[in-house]
């Protein structure tokens, strides 16, 4: 079955810098790659996602990239404020055949102000 | 907007205990999830459900049971607690006309302590 893995585990930034988080996956079936953000005490929630088909996608500061042929992909946070500091967890799916998300083990991204 | 909720968000029980998690969604969504979350582990899958009684294993089933008797309701069974299942327990709905993208939604957690 597929496996995820992320890292880093940890990551501490000064405000304004970037952060990029990476993330591996062994299926080669898989294309659809989402990223949530979990705040501490709350939910996580789906901030980006990106299908197979594409190799970047953008939404304002953050960024996703999909390398298919190394089956890695990285989220990319620009200009980082407090309010990024969360945990961050990256997924994977198969979703042309099923409904189950496969998640990385998270990075708790820490934004110092 | 999506609304999943958990029953509880904090519950402290006794090894062997029977203990029952509920998670309702409000937005008809076919497809529920149970998923365990410890540190360092990210979210692991414990059962997963489909359709109104449907229910399949997922990653780490063993000393969980699920139901599912209505399209709303999906409830996470703990036969006989032990102090292993210490965790936070969170639930997620999608819906199944969004397989080309597998957007969950999750409630807010459920943290049990099993002493």
């Known amino acids: 079955g597929e496996n995820v893995e992320q890292h880093p585990s940890t990551l501490s930034v000064q405000e304004g810098d970037s952060a990029v988080i990476k993330c591996t996956y062994s299926d080669s079936a898989s294309n659809y790659f989402p990223w949530y953000k979990q705040e501490l005490g709350k939910r996580p929630q789906l901030i980006i996602d990106i299908r197979s088909n594409v190799g970047e996608k953008k939404d304002q500061r953050i960024a996703v990239t999909l390398n298919k042929t190394a089956k890695h992909f990285s989220l990319h946070i620009t200009e980082t404020q407090p309010e990024d500091s969360a945990v961050y967890f990256c997924?994977?799916?198969?979703?042309?055949?099923?409904?189950?998300?496969?998640f990385g083990s998270g990075t708790r991204l820490l934004v110092r102000p | 907007d999506v609304k999943v909720t958990q029953s509880s968000r904090y519950l402290v029980k006794r090894t062997g205990e029977k203990v029952f998690l509920e998670c309702v969604q409000d937005m008809d969504h076919e497809n529920m999830f149970w998923y365990r979350q410890d540190p360092g582990l990210g979210l692991r899958l414990i059962y997963f459900s489909y359709d109104v009684k449907m229910k399949e294993k997922g990653d780490i089933p063993e000393g969980y049971s699920v139901s599912r008797e209505k399209k709303e309701r999906f409830s996470l069974i703990l036969e006989s607690a032990s102090t292993n299942q210490t965790s936070m327990y969170l639930c997620?709905?999608?819906?199944?006309?969004?397989?080309?993208?597998?957007?969950?939604?999750f409630g807010a957690g459920t943290r049990l302590s099993v002493l």
């Open positions: 997924a994977a799916s198969n979703a042309d055949s099923s409904y189950k998300l496969i």
């Open positions: 997620a709905s999608s819906p199944a006309e969004n397989l080309a993208k597998n957007i969950q939604y």
